[in-house]
């Protein structure tokens, strides 16, 4: 556990001492209170349903940013090779990072909750359905950061990192839309259950269902065994 | 302490090591040379556990790199050829990460990590940031996070590079003390250095362990390969023919500059029988300018090119 804290401590400290931390919180709370002022002012209904939907997208984006130097930095940085032969197991480094990489969507989301201070000050939103909304965007943004991260574990070029992991995650995220071409039923219902939009569209709407959780979960899970695989294997 | 036994490692169907061992041992400063991309350190890396031998076992501290990796990596303190440093985090902060992923239990950071600093001379930059940082100095900061956690083993993949003569000679002194109850292999770019702080060198070229002995007796071993070299002003044909013609001279090389009457360089081939410089000193001084003649000791940098073959013509012997 200690190598794993140990990891973990580097990651955000890397985070905030260089500016992705900070350029990555700003842009997303700058397009959030964009996105937020304007659906509130547009439809005048004091949710954030509409604004879930686009901090969705704005996810998708912003994602790659935070997980391309996750692996590949080490690799520019030189540095692989003393993160290769300390005594640690790869899960141990997986985590480590993942777990830096979360902290940095924690923050970014708990910074949109200054978003609610005029929702409760002016309207009578429903507290259960934001929160549900929140769950489901941290669990999305989970998932997400378990792709880009293994993505960046498997090239050396951080910018090749991020542009891999961009066309995956909107295709995750779009795949949804491939059902109306299909008449077929079993595709059908594999684009839905494959689409991080119309999982995470159920949060918003304020729906916690388990077949949603268990999908992000283990999205996640299957991408942080492939780093941890990945790793092993190079060896 | 630091054992290969018959280690190959191959790419493909490239073999880049072939059938390599030795063993370092405790109290031994090894010395490991050979031309760039002899296989130095694909075999660093191979002991330090970062790839895996394709055939052969790698043993340190006891432990099977190959099976008991993690053991062995607590062992280890590894240098590579590009010192691996988190450029944004600052000395301290980097050497406390590293102590932390080796396992020091925390309240022993703080005094391993003030041991490290001491002894690379690192009190001056400890709240700096490290891409600030000069190039000595990041291999200062490279070498002291290769001794944190007291690892038995240290590896150092050229750890001199780029530190001035001043710096030179503390690595070294680090090194030598670190030497004296530890077992060290440094790889080296520097002839002298190997000299002055190992004990045994080994040669590496094209991916074969060529010798493994004490510098002294590598020495000892090419006495035979003496050579004179002298300075001439001569034509460069007949110098030559005059130098072979000289009893004890087995071979001669001129190296001309033009033809006609220019200054040369010749070095011979001689036997290491006594009075051969003075035969050739008459021979030669009879007929033209004899600017200079010594004769050459075996260093270690002739016995080093002598192994590995490369004794090209232009390349200072």
Redo the contacts between chains.
Sequence with gaps: MNGTLAIYRKEVQTYFRSPIAYFVVSVFLLGTGYFFLYNIFMTGIGTMDETFQNMGTLLLILIPVITMRLFSGEHTGRTIELLMTLPLKPWQIVLGKYLGAATILLLMTGATAINLIPLYLYGNPETKTILSGYIGFLLLGLACLAVGQFFSSLVQNQIIAALITVPVLLGFWFVGHLQSFQSDYILRGLFGYLSFAQHFGDFVRGLIRSEAVTFYLVVSAIALTLNVSYLQWRR | MIALESVSKRYGSRTIIHDVSFTVGKGEIVGFLGPNGAGKTTTM?MI?????ATSGRVIVAGFDMATQ???A??K?G?L?E????????DVS?YLR??A????VPSREIPRDLDRVIRACRLESVVRR?IYKLSKGYRQRVGLA?ALLGKPEVLLLDEPTAGLDPGQIQEAREVIRAFGENHAVLLSTHILPEVTLICQRVAIINQGRLLAIDSPASLQKASEQANSVRLEVTAPAEALRDALLAIDGVRAAIVHSMAGGHTLQTAECQVDAREGVEARIARAVASRWDLHRLERQQPTLENIFLRYIGDTTEGKPA
């Design positions: 890396r330090a556990g970062y790839t895996t990796n993690e053991d990596a607590r280890l590894y590579p590009q010192p691996p440093l988190y450029d944004v985090l902060g990460f590293v932390q992923a080796k396992g940031e996070q």
